[in-house]
Structure formats: C-alpha cells, structure tokens
C-alpha cells in the first residue's frame, strides 16, 4: 500500500476508487495554481455536468511536507476541508485518489474574481463600500476554523474567492492547515507564503493560531490600501525577513480618512511580537463590527 492509499484509508468521505479525472471532468479553464497544486474549474460529467473546482496536488510536494507530520496521525487535506461547514468557506464535495495516485478535490464553484486579483489590479470601483462586508466574512470564516482547532497556515488574498457581485467572500484551501495541538505547533515548519508569514514562523519559533491573525491582518491591510505593510520586492522567504526587524507603515498613511477603530485592529493584527498582536479571531471580529464607515 502506497504513501497515499495509507492516508486516505482511514477517511470515510475520501471516494472508494480512483478517479479517471480527464474521463469525468471536462475542463473549462484553469485558475491560479496554490502552494502544492494546480486547479481548474470543470463540470462534472458524472454528476449532471455540474461546475465544480477541481484541485488536482504535486505528489511529490505534499508527499514531502505530510511527512513531516509522520506518526502524529496527521488528517489529509481532504478530511480537513470536509469538516469545514461555513457559509463563507468553499465545500469541499469529496477528495480521494486520481488513477495516478494524486490526491485530488472536488470542490464548490465560486463563480466571481479572487481577492488577490482584485487587490493586485487595484479594482477600487468594485470594491468601494464593501470591503469591511468583506472583511468581516473572512474573519468569521478564519474564527470558524480556528474553533474547529485548526491554524489554516496560508491566509493570503490568493485564498479568498468573491461572488461576481462583490457581496460574498469564501476562504478555500487546506493545503497547509494543521491542528492547533502542540505536536504541529513546535518550531522549524517554514511553510507558507512569505508576505504573510508571521516572524515566528520565518524565525523557526513555536507557533499558534495569531500566526493566521497576523497573515490575515496583512491580507486587510492590502485589500484597503492596496499596498503591503513593508516595503519590498523579494516574494521568496527573505521578504518575511524584515516583518519582525523593521516596522511596518502605518495604514493611515496610504489612507489618511480610516476609520480609526478599523485602522487600529489591521496594525494591532500585525505586530511583530505575537503577545502584543491581537490575541484571538473573537477579538478581531469584535473591534471589525465596532466600525462605522467601511472604505
């Protein structure tokens, strides 16, 4: 029995078979590929041709950082998305084994832009007005995982997908999330993306769930002011390098009118010292709903 087939042998929402994956799903374009992935939209055919995302993962890259977890009875990505019940978190509709052997998932079609498009083509028009709607959403998607005590590890606007009305926002991809018990905190897991990484991670310290705070104050900071907190133009692990040495700009500079409760929870959210950085998501979401003008 392969790497894979131990995994997913002991999730019962995992699919029985393997899965002929260009025999079931017609392709209708790709989308941004994630840390262990590639991804495209599709309809099924063997499901009344509907649209879903299909996440198709590197063997070798998730094969590599599961190990890492070897004896600690680790849940898939799969079983993890699966316990996600949200209205703001993608359904993941089943997960299982291509005939390959590369572990797939079949997920809900969001059909609206990613976050990270509409921040990195600087869409104000689209967002003007709603981004604290939004910005709420995310935050009780990321407060959802962390009572299902789970760190999603990879909070970033590439991991948020929007409506095509700019009204709703799902927080999608489990590739890097782990649970919130001391065996997957300890230090030396380097893994994430390096604009959001929070400097216990890039210093190879212990971890918590404010490392997602962190990132997900970053991922505000970008959506109000499309700008990232620190000056940079590395995108490898050294841009996470200056997170914890040099501060951050101040957000009320790129937006001098802020609600000033709104721009004290984004750079409370970031602070370099974990034990000064907003302590929990309950906290985050009760200073958001605490502001009155959204930008």
Not at 19 to 35: H, K, L, M, P, Y
Not at 109 to 131: H, N, T
Not at 203 to 215: G, H, L, N, Y
Not at 261 to 270: D, E, F, P, R
């Amino acid at each position: 029995m392969g790497f894979f087939d131990k995994l997913f042998k002991k999730n019962e929402a995992a699919s029985s078979k393997r899965v002929d994956v260009e025999e079931r799903f017609e392709r209708i374009r790709s989308a941004v590929s994630g840390t262990m992935s590639n991804f495209f939209v599709a309809k099924d055919r063997h499901n009344q041709n509907r649209i879903v995302g299909v996440k198709l993962c590197d063997i070798d890259k998730v094969e590599f950082f599961e190990n890492r977890f070897k004896g600690l009875n680790k849940p898939s990505e799969g079983e993890i998305g699966s316990q996600m019940v949200h209205p703001n978190i993608a359904k993941t509709l089943e997960y299982g084994l291509t005939t390959k052997g590369q572990p797939y998932i079949v997920m809900e079609y969001v059909d609206g832009p990613g976050l990270q498009v509409l921040v990195l083509e600087k869409m104000e028009d689209m967002l003007r007005g709603k981004r604290l709607k939004l910005m709420l959403q995310m935050a009780e998607a990321l407060d959802y995982v962390h009572k299902k005590e789970f760190i999603h590890r990879d909070i970033c606007p590439r991991n948020y997908i929007c409506s095509q009305d700019i009204e709703t926002i799902k927080l999608i991809d489990f590739g890097l999330t782990l649970p919130a018990t001391k065996p997957f905190m300890l230090p030396g897991n380097r893994t994430g993306t390096p604009l959001y990484m929070a400097p216990e991670i890039v210093r190879r310290r212990a971890t918590d769930k404010r490392v997602d705070i962190f990132s997900f104050g970053v991922t505000c900071y970008q959506l109000i002011t499309f700008e990232l907190p620190w000056n940079t133009t590395e995108t490898s692990g050294k841009a996470a390098l200056q997170h914890d040495t040099a501060p951050p700009i101040e957000i009320t500079d790129w937006v001098p009118d802020l609600d000033k409760t709104l721009a004290g929870a984004v750079m409370n959210a970031i602070k370099a010292n974990a034990d000064q950085r907003t302590p929990d998501m309950d906290t985050m979401l009760r200073q958001l709903r605490q502001v009155k003008k959204s930008p």
